[in-house]
């Protein structure tokens, strides 16, 4: 610990009474007081600024290792005035110099300086961070290595590297090019001046600035012709061509193994076939054992000697694969069992690939190189938005494909968003839907975007506030008076969402699909003469008693259920639905094709709109029981045929499915619940809305058969279920609740 010491050096003491006693002849004793002159003193005060100490004397001797961060010379000018200061750095830092502060200016760069006390005087010592950044990249096919303590360079070599150097102690820096074969070594280019400054592959030199380096190569014209070996892993088929025609796979005859001697510059084309119950994963390079392309074709032209596989897998059923890769200048690493990831500084990777059970998970990660910015996951297969977080966790049910998307930091755009009164905030990015996260409310929005892009932000009110308008934070102007807002991204910008208090309840009813809706506000049933697709209505709590809505679906498609607008969440199956408005609502009634067998609604949500198949659904129970709950009773997996689960694959036949239902019933509905129960399976029936789809409403007829939402309807996310029947929806008087017969904690669930 540095101390701090405050040297005090009084010489004389102005004011001060000299005082003697004398003794008189007749005994009495007098006292003889005068008044001393006053002294003339100099303060100094010394203090380092930075990381560093300082020392110093006044009278002229040497200073010695009483480093401290500050001191207060007082001092008499007239007996000490020579004074000594001396400065010392911390490692990592240098020595700036002396600041005078009331001139605020550096008067000496001397770490040891003197001078006369004739006034007085604050001085800082002034130090600051003394590291040199080196960065060095293989530009073509090579690699590099270094050294910087002037040490042999051995075999760790990379394709790049950054240096971060004490130029005090780590001054000498010794670099090393090795061309890949086939390959020959240019020289080094300076990035700044884009110039070659040396052509030999070592050379070293003093760390003094800033560097960015290149060690260029390119292909060797003169070297001999090319060997490539080509082989398999796993079970599939490879062939190759090299007429500029795709390869034929000869099943009855493939090879494991390739060897194909080919000249400078032959085009090669490699294919790659899985065999059954299998999948290609990518092809691998031997040496590094990265995938360098995922395509099952495979082009390239033949400079240089290569040996890499075809890499097949998933013969167990169980096993799939996830796949990672990356847009832009960035690196991924990905870990299995929720472990963190790991980047490997010396061999950064652009891909990652792995082969797991099942509902296993797979955490990958992506990290920005240096001038660069991580922007999003994309889906590879759907072309679509996965994640805006860099690190994401995936649930490998199927196989996956994903893609890290770096940007130019110099495009990066920041736009923010905060509330101001009650209310809450949400946003999506390029066209997706905008889901409020009912649980964790965001009343902050930080958005990490681009320039070119487009996002939306939505501004919800709490319940007894409604929504103003957007103002703009940077110029207090009103940017928007409508809630929902598109921003074509081109600066950064700020923005405020502003809610004032009502007593009005705000009521919105939309459509997702086609087809429309009825809605009636005085408690009788709606009219299917009076439909809109769109509805909205403020009213002051206990003006209606209730809201009727009835979902009516277009020619050749069905309704699904009803959804929280903002959360995206399951609302009821009721295709007539009953309202009491008692706060604010946003929902929306889906529609789906009717040609389709089955939609995902969410992630725990299935609907079967036609029972074409057998029902498979994959669980991660390890319960060897499933029960079905009907109206009749309890059936068990145990004594039903058509009803079994193994290793956590419930399988409900057609047939018991179709018995489960009435007849002219075809549409079979099954919700995925969350809480207590591993998985809950809801059968039902509804109306198949052809002409007119209100004859065969059951409610239609009677009135008092309209069903209203009920607080046991499992929703997405509610882990409120806890038995069966609390987690049927009965739809009519046919339903069937599946029950995994082993239940597990809600903490265990993910």
């Not at 946003?586 to 029972?611: L, S």
Request: glycine content about 6%.
């Amino acid at each position: 610990m540095k101390k701090i010491i405050t040297l005090l050096l009084v010489l004389s003491l102005a004011g001060a009474m000299s005082t003697t006693a004398l003794a008189a002849a007749d005994g009495t004793t007098k006292s003889n007081s005068t008044n001393a002159s006053s002294t003339n003193t100099v303060q100094i005060t010394v203090k380092a600024s930075g990381d560093g100490c300082i020392a110093a004397t006044t009278d002229g001797s040497d200073i010695h290792d009483d480093e401290v961060t500050s001191l207060e010379l007082d001092l008499n000018p007239d007996k000490e005035s020579k004074i000594i200061l001396k400065a010392k750095a911390n490692d990592g830092y240098k020595f700036v110099g002396w600041k005078d502060e009331k001139y605020d200016a550096i008067f000496d760069e001397r770490e040891t300086i003197s001078f006369d006390a004739e006034e007085e005087m604050n001085i800082t010592a002034v130090f600051e961070y003394n590291r040199v950044n080196i960065s060095v990249k293989a530009s073509g096919d090579g690699c590099i290595a270094a050294t910087t303590d002037g040490s042999d360079i051995h075999d760790d070599e990379v394709t790049s590297l950054e240096l971060d150097l004490n130029p005090d102690k780590e001054s000498k820096i010794i670099l090393k090019a090795k061309a890949n074969d086939g390959y020959k070594f240019i020289g080094w280019k300076d990035e700044k001046y884009d110039a070659i400054f040396d052509e030999r592959e070592t050379i070293f030199f003093d760390a003094e600035e800033d560097m960015n380096i290149a060690a260029v190569f390119e292909y060797n014209e003169d070297s001999e012709d090319v060997v490539i070996r080509c082989s398999k892993e796993g079970i599939g088929y490879i062939a190759f061509s090299n007429d500029g025609t795709e390869p034929v796979i000869d099943y009855s005859d493939s090879a494991d193994m390739m060897l194909i001697e080919a000249e400078k510059g032959d085009k090669l084309i490699f294919k790659a076939e899985p065999g059954d119950g299998c999948s290609f994963a990518g092809w691998i390079n031997e040496k590094s054992g990265k995938i360098f392309s995922n395509e099952e074709v495979l082009s390239f032209d033949a400079y240089t000697d290569m040996e890499f596989y075809a890499l097949f897998v998933g013969f167990d059923m169980d096993l799939v694969t996830v796949k990672a890769s990356t847009e832009g200048n960035g690196q991924i690493a990905g870990s299995i069992d929720n472990t963190e990831p790991e980047f490997d500084p010396d061999n950064p990777q652009s891909s990652y690939f792995t082969s797991i059970s099942k509902g296993g998970k797979v955490v990958l990660k992506a990290k920005a190189d240096k001038g660069w910015k991580f922007y999003q996951w994309i889906n590879t297969d759907t072309n679509s938005l996965y994640s805006l977080n860099d690190t994401v966790v995936v649930t490998a049910d199927k196989a996956v494909n994903l893609k890290a998307c770096f940007v130019d930091a110099a495009s990066a755009v920041k736009i923010t968003a905060k509330t101001q009164g009650s209310g809450q905030l949400a946003d999506a990015i390029d066209g997706y839907e905008i889901i409020f996260d009912k649980d964790n409310p965001s009343h902050e929005l930080e958005i990490d975007t681009v320039q070119g892009m487009s996002i939306a932000i939505k501004a919800k009110p709490d319940n007894g506030w409604k929504f103003d308008h957007w103002i703009n934070a940077d110029t207090g102007e009103i940017y928007s008076e409508y809630a929902i807002i598109g921003i074509d991204v081109e600066k950064s910008l700020n923005l405020i969402a502003v809610f004032s208090e009502t007593d009005r309840i705000r009521i919105n009813v939309s459509v997702d699909g086609f087809g429309c809706f009825a809605h009636s506000d005085d408690g009788n049933e709606p009219s299917d003469d009076n439909t809109t697709d769109n509805y909205g209505i403020d009213l002051t709590p206990g003006s209606i008693n209730t809201i009727k809505l009835k979902a009516i679906a277009d020619e050749g498609y069905v309704f699904g259920y009803w959804m929280d607008s903002d959360t995206h969440e399951f609302y009821s199956f009721d295709q007539i639905l009953t309202i009491v408005p008692t706060e604010n609502l946003d929902i929306t009634a889906v529609f789906e094709d009717m040609g389709k067998e089955h939609t995902i609604v969410t992630d725990n949500t299935v609907i079967y709109y036609e029972i074409k198949d057998d029902i498979v659904i994959r669980t991660n129970s390890q319960s060897d029981t499933v029960t079905v709950q009907i109206e009749d009773g309890i059936i068990s997996s145990d004594d039903t045929e058509g009803l079994s689960i193994e290793n956590g694959i419930i399988t409900i036949s057609k047939e018991l499915a179709d018995s489960m239902l009435k007849d002219g019933r075809n549409n079979l509905r099954l919700a995925f619940a969350d809480g207590e129960l591993e998985v809950t399976v809801v059968t039902a029936e509804i109306t198949d809305p052809v002409d007119d789809p209100s004859t065969d409403d059951p409610s239609t007829d009677d009135p008092s058969k309209t069903i209203k939402p009920s607080t046991d309807t499992p929703k997405t996310g509610n882990a409120a279920s806890t038995s069966a029947a609390a987690a049927a929806v009965i739809l009519g008087s046919a339903a069937a609740a599946v029950v995994l017969g082993k239940k597990r904690k809600k903490d265990e669930q993910e």
